[in-house]
């Protein structure tokens, strides 16, 4: 186990903590701990846009101008007569020691990185390339000669931290994913401790629920499936069928458990619901426990600090009085769409939900959007009645487009050079009730039952109980027309867009009242994210960027932003429950009291159910413990983990290399698959690597490289020595996988072609293309 390694990175993210939170207190000044929770955070997006800027020109020089950056930064906060609160750093450092070392641990079990199961090898490679070249944007390792067509900025960003602490990338990568994971739990408890003290509501308590619903809870599928086990069987077999639903996974035992389970549990086509049947038209509905389990270090996991950064700068704009104009003004207009550029890089799926977050932000917040004009213009618009909420909306939706156009200005390059795009479509097949609860289930219910306390706190406790009877009926009846998100969240949007802007709402019980500003609001910020979480679910129900795999990339890049923005909502729901629900008489107040702790309870329990198992498989299979994601290369591929290694090890920069071009995610070589390892595992880009390309540019140009790469290992003298000089390739390699597609290879007689390395079942050949 490489303890020093983890020191050295443990020592690194908390440094630059602290650092960052120097300057996260000119951010968050009204947060309860001035914003220190969101010190990496910051550190890291002032590291990743000088280094991204920089970075066209020499990444080397933005590296190191990116810490000079963040340290000036420091310095001239510091210098303001700001300073980081001693006691407030250190309970931050301990929430992100505790989060980093437990997915530490959880890698050290299981550091593979293998191609099947995720999106691994694209990660490590795109890691590899930012590493080994010097320039954005980086070449693709899977198509030579031109710059990665994907989302590239959390590897970007893994590779700073990488280089400052001179580390090797198969150790690398999984300290990089460790610390994401820990960036998301201290973020979230950070959010949701600023959201709960501005409510009168314990901040450690809101804080502690909601980084264990972000680390550590699962849906609520497993719980339900551990359910049906239990049950008698006759009754089990019985309640599965007339839901249609196989029993299997976890429903047939413990036994059958698998972590992936719970991951797969919408389907585009019914009956699919008790496990993930490989080929079944389901859609991913990743949760954070599972995704850092799996262990990728993907996008839609890199960024989810980032997207809590974006809300946490909302928040601190909700909590700025409309006098502050300047500083409401620098928020929208300058940290928040320079976030937005950076989320464009890092996963473009999240960069929209930036600015619908702050078109939110700027609709409900207590300022009056109008103080954000001059005086001369602010006195033009209405101030009262229906036209001032049309106008207030419209202010926010124009603050939201200047969001979205000023972040394209700040990832400008990415759009013009690297960006891919897709074709949108709408009306896919839509979601059941059933699936919808287990998935969002331990959001959903919490925040309707928070509603409806809400309800009863303004509206007096009979008409709460008719309006909750009402919804419930609403849902049901909604779900059965095949409109089961429309029904279970309408009530969410509704109620939360109602109490959030209404501070009279308990006054004018009889109509909607007119909605107007100041006053003391029945709910707070965490109506922001319960907004934005129900519409980005309700939003996918109906629109799905288009892909040969129907919408489940929409659905599973989308509902990771949902859970972590209602994970750091529903800490402070829970927590006003718990202890600020106090209705009516002492009896009812007990009776309150006591259901609300059983019902949270429960809650917790349930979830942690998905955890206990999956940990208990991952230690199960555990070796000597180790970080070096690269270590299983000797055991499972023997016969070529020496001569990938050499050429990681001899090939200076990124000389291009040409591999079989795999079909899938596999690497199995008899079959003629070799996953483009070579290129995967050490960042050197092959002429055509996996099908993934065929997605990210066209088919047609795919094609032809394919067929381009066959005509080297196969072709004519004459063909063999154009190729290779048209892709410019240094390096053949020619393992059992390329043996086994193209049967009789021929490149090793071209002249100006030399063996360089024999080892196992590998031959590498030198191309001098000086000779050819």
Known sequence: ???????????????????????????????????????????????WLVAYLVGRVSLTAGVWLGLLALVAGAAVVAGRGTSVDGRAYAEVAGVFTLAFLFLVAVRALDPVIVPLGGEKFLDFGLLNSLLRGDRLPPEDMWFAGEPVAYYYGGHLLAAVLTRITGTASQYAYNLALAGFYATLVTATYGLAGAVAADRGVSRRLAGGLSAFCVGLASNLSTPVRLLIWLLPEDLATSLAESAGYEISGLAAGPGSFSYWDASRVISDEAGDFATYEPGAALVIDEFPLFAWLNGDLHAHMMSTGFLLLAAALCFSYYQTPAVERRRRIALLFGALPALAGLMAVTNTWSFPSVAGLTMLTVAVAPADPRTLFPESVEGRLPTAGPS????????????????????????????????????????????????????????????GLYLYARAGRTLGTERARIAGLATVGVVFLVATVDLAAV????????????????????????????????????????????????????LVEFVFVKENVGRMNTVFKTYMQVWVLWAAAVGPVLAWLLTRWRPGSETRRLVTRTGTTAFVVVLLLSTSVYGALALTNHVGAAGEPTLNGTDHLDRTHPGEAEAIRWLDRTAEGQPTIVTAAPAGYRWNPEDGDGASAPASLTGLPTVAGWYHEAQYRNDTVYDRRVSDVE????????????LLREYDVRYVYVGPAERARYGEITIGQVSGVTEAKRAGDVVIYRVDPKRI
């Open 711 to 722: 005509t080297i290992y196969t072709g004519s003298a004459t063909e063999q020595r154009a």
């Open 388 to 447: 001032h909420e049309v106008a207030r909306i419209g202010v926010a939706v124009a603050v939201a487009v200047a969001v979205l156009a000023l972040g394209l200005l700040w990832s400008l390059p990415f759009w013009l050079g690297a960006a891919s795009g897709r074709e949108v479509a709408f009306l896919p097949d839509r979601s059941g009730i059933l699936e919808l609860l287990a998935v969002h289930g331990l959001f959903v219910l919490p925040f």
């Open 1 to 47: 186990m490489e303890y020093g390694l983890v020191v050295l990175w443990l020592a690194l993210y908390l440094l630059l903590t602290y650092v960052g939170a120097t300057v996260a207190t000119a951010l968050f000044p009204r947060f309860a701990d001035r914003g220190v929770a969101f010190g990496l955070p910051v550190a890291f997006s002032i590291l």
């Open 487 to 538: 029904g279970l969240l309408s009530p969410l949007l509704v109620g939360a867009w109602l109490f959030a802007r209404s501070p009279s709402v308990g006054r004018s019980v009889r109509s909607i009242p007119t909605l107007a500003d100041g006053g003391d609001r029945p709910v707070g910020f965490e109506a922001v994210l319960v907004l934005a979480g129900a519409g980005l679910v309700l």
